[in-house]
């Protein structure tokens, strides 16, 4: 090999070395989110399209989810970095899981307030929560309303009902169909559900939790410790990079929805949406977001559904709020500024 030769080999060596070390700045982080790709999966979805994340120098899977709980528990095995679930399934874990060693950790608040609702039709004859006492409610035994349905009965002094466990893709049909009187779920899932099952807006009764006293938070951002450990700045950075996408998201839910659609090519783009709009309205951009401020918690707010989550889940050991929460790679205040006044 001649010079020239040895030139052009170490220039090719080095830029070889130059792409890999490239490859590396960016760091891998799994994402589940948990639930399907529906409209509110256009959150994450939209600043993934949009770059937020690769230059923010991560590079980030998203995959659907099938529930909080599952979410959770893939968080916890190390099969996932950071996910996406309901902040009464990750307390519940924490009390009942006190020994386990990878324990998630919420790290932003997105859904100020649970989603959860009862749903009825109107010829079931309810119309307040004291008309639920004796009726037959269905849901899955995991559905995150179910779970806390003695908080929203013990704020509403509603008596004993009767349960029925079902596949969530058979919940709003059974009501349909008079199999049960009334059902629990989020809001927007459940609603649109019924309408396409042929219910008209007019007839169906909702009951939303947090208008009946029950100020539980919903879905969060949640972590692995041992990320927050070794990589807080990539912790950071996904926020950061969250919190850009939000906010275009809130300002424009039918051009982030195509995020969507490219995931998922046989959504309905209108009518997931419609979806998206129905959850930035009601739980995220809500008046006790407003009050609280984007990705945060109320210190006072969080210790109550932490007592309130123990009784009503019947966990081993109470929940620390404490443990499961923490603000510390929360992006400034200005990049959080991100709701509609």
Known sequence: MNKRQLIQSFLAASALSFGLGAAHAQTPIKFQLDWRFEGPAAL??????????????????????????????????????????????????????????????????????????VMALKKSGITKPADLAGKKLGAPVFDAGRRAFPIFAKANNVGAVNWTAMDPTLRETMLMRGDIDAITG???????????????????????YPDYGVKLYGNVIIASPKLIKENPAAVKAFLTAFAKGAKEVIANPAVAIESVKARDGIIDSKLETRRLQL??????????????????????????????????????????PDTVWTSAMLPPAAELNILKK
Do not use: C
């Open 186 to 208: 989020f809001t927007f899932t459940s609603l649109l559900n019924l309408e396409a099952r042929g219910a008209k807006a007019a007839d169906i009764v909702i009951l939303p």
């Open 279 to 320: 959850a930035i309205d009601t739980v995220i951009n809500s008046s006790d977001a407003k009050t609280e401020g984007f990705g945060a918690v109320n210190a006072g707010r969080l210790s109550l559904m932490a007592s309130q989550v123990s009784d009503a889940f019947n966990t081993k050991s109470r929940v620390n």
């Open 44 to 117: 994450f979805l939209h600043p993934a399209a949009k770059g937020y994340f690769k230059n923010a120098g991560l590079d980030v899977t998203i995959d659907a989810g099938n529930g909080s709980g599952g979410t959770v528990t893939r968080v916890a095995s190390g099969a996932y970095e950071m996910g996406f679930a309901d902040l009464a399934a990750l307390m519940e874990f924490h009390a009942n899981n006190p020994d386990a060693p990878n324990k998630p950790v919420a790290v932003m608040m997105v859904y100020n307030n649970t989603p959860a609702s």
